[in-house]
């Protein structure tokens, strides 16, 4: 765990996104939205098919889909249902050791460089780890977005793994009333 948080220390954005990868529709007083990022080469994105099937707005994945949750990393954006930031990591972390209450837990705060981001990391009893990261775009954005990825505690990829995750996370950004058609990159 040490590494990913030497990592969250040092992480710059990648170059500005520019193409959305999910897209939402105006919801009450929430404006339309979607979420841009740029992906790690050899990442495949998806909104429409698998993301869609296992309820969620977007995955990111390598090789074929598998439908194992290891290895795929998951954006999820909802309303904002708490009022602060914490008080969703903490809802997020109780939820968690509710089902396994022998997990270990590690917060850390990610320096995005748009938007407060929180991230915790899981260690399951299972020896099966998630990290988790939950961004604010702001009260006028009506939602919370998060991201996680789930990989098995001795994947010897785990590195690599959580350095393309916290790429991904450094480059996500909030788009403010954008068309909630579908997104044009071939998911």
């Given amino acids: 765990m040490l590494s990913l948080f030497a990592f969250v220390g040092l992480a710059q954005a990648?170059?500005?996104a520019d193409n959305a990868l999910a897209q939402g529709a105006r919801?009450?007083?929430a404006p339309a939205w979607a979420i841009a990022v740029v992906s790690p080469t050899g990442w495949t994105r998806d909104c429409c098919t698998y993301?869609?099937?296992?309820?969620?707005d977007a995955v990111l994945y390598q090789g074929e889909?598998?439908?194992k949750p290891q290895r795929?990393?998951?954006?999820?954006v909802t309303p904002r249902r708490l009022s602060t930031l914490g008080m969703e990591v903490q809802a997020d972390r109780k939820h968690f050791l509710q089902a396994d209450p022998a997990a270990k837990v590690t917060g850390l705060?990610?320096?995005h460089p748009v938007m407060p981001c929180e991230a915790t990391v899981y260690q399951g009893s299972d020896?099966?780890?998630d990290v988790v990261v939950f961004c604010d775009p702001g009260k006028d954005s009506?939602?919370?977005l998060s991201w996680s990825m789930t990989f098995d505690d001795a994947d010897p990829l785990r590195r690599v793994l959580l350095d393309d995750f916290m790429q991904v996370v450094m480059a996500s950004r909030y788009q403010r009333d954008v068309a909630a058609a579908a997104p044009a990159h071939g998911g």
């Fill in 14 to 16: 990648a170059k500005p």
């Fill in 27 to 29: 919801d009450g007083n």
């Fill in 51 to 56: 993301a869609k099937a296992i309820g969620v």
């Fill in 65 to 67: 889909w598998t439908g």
């Fill in 72 to 76: 795929v990393m998951v954006l999820n």
């Fill in 109 to 111: 705060t990610v320096k």
């Fill in 127 to 129: 020896h099966v780890d």
């Fill in 142 to 144: 009506g939602i919370r």
